[in-house]
């Protein structure tokens, strides 16, 4: 079974700021994909960014990247030059290879303070 | 490439009732999951299906919950006797065969 623990229920930055929300997660595979989702008002579920867990790389897109820590089952996002648009509910989530179930965590609410 | 259709969006039933949630994958994409997402919390797996086939059902309650993929049509979520606890948002994914799960807005169940 896989486990998925978001520790800030709520984090604010002001815009044009950095800010980085936690995951860390828990599974027995050795085959696993991570993912950050974004949930604005509107409810629909965004794809933020990925990581396959077998890239040492860490994954960037645009003002989006992740610090993953394999050994200490860590993901953390970073988002650079934060935007009033980045308002939203973020979820980290494990998929792992063998299943395939997206478990996520309970979520960041993310406020951008202009 | 329309991306991953539900219907309806919102929907109230009154307990007893029956709720029939439908989601059209997008184009080529032969996967489709439901997941349910209760208030102030993340979404929770239900089921995974592929064209006439349940491949995994672990998330579903084992009464009252269905669900379908047809050869033809949408995939089918259904809840019967509808209780307050049903009340939630349920969003429908599809993938291809690889791992990216493409999300739909979700369907808003309100049980009176």
């Known amino acids: 079974a896989q486990t998925v623990t978001q520790s800030q229920p709520e984090m604010s930055v002001q815009e044009a700021e950095t800010v980085t929300l936690s995951c860390t997660y828990d599974t027995s595979e050795s085959d696993y994909y991570l993912f950050w989702y974004k949930q604005p008002p509107s409810r629909q579920m965004i794809l933020v960014i990925r990581?396959?867990?077998?890239?040492?790389q860490n994954a960037t897109e645009n003002r989006f990247s992740v610090n993953f820590q394999k050994a200490a089952k860590s993901f953390s996002l970073k988002i650079s030059d934060s935007q009033l648009g980045d308002a939203a509910m973020y979820f980290c989530a494990s998929l792992s290879g063998s299943a395939r179930q997206l478990t996520f965590g309970s979520g960041t609410q993310l406020t951008v303070l202009p | 490439n329309a991306g991953v259709m539900q219907n309806p969006r919102h929907l109230v039933r009154r307990r007893g009732q029956e709720a029939r949630l439908r989601c059209s994958p997008m184009k080529g994409h032969s996967h489709v999951y439901w997941y349910r997402q209760l208030p102030e919390e993340g979404l929770k797996f239900m089921v995974y299906l592929q064209k006439e086939n349940i491949i995994d059902e672990s998330g579903m309650p084992k009464e009252r919950f269905s669900a379908e993929f047809p050869k033809e049509g949408p995939s089918i979520l259904r809840i019967q006797q509808v209780v307050r606890g049903d009340s939630a948002a349920y969003f429908c994914?599809?993938?291809?065969?690889?791992?990216?799960?493409?999300f739909g807005e979700g369907s808003r169940l309100t049980v009176l």
């Open positions: 990581q396959e867990a077998y890239k040492q």
């Open positions: 994914a599809s993938s291809p065969p690889g791992w990216e799960l493409f």
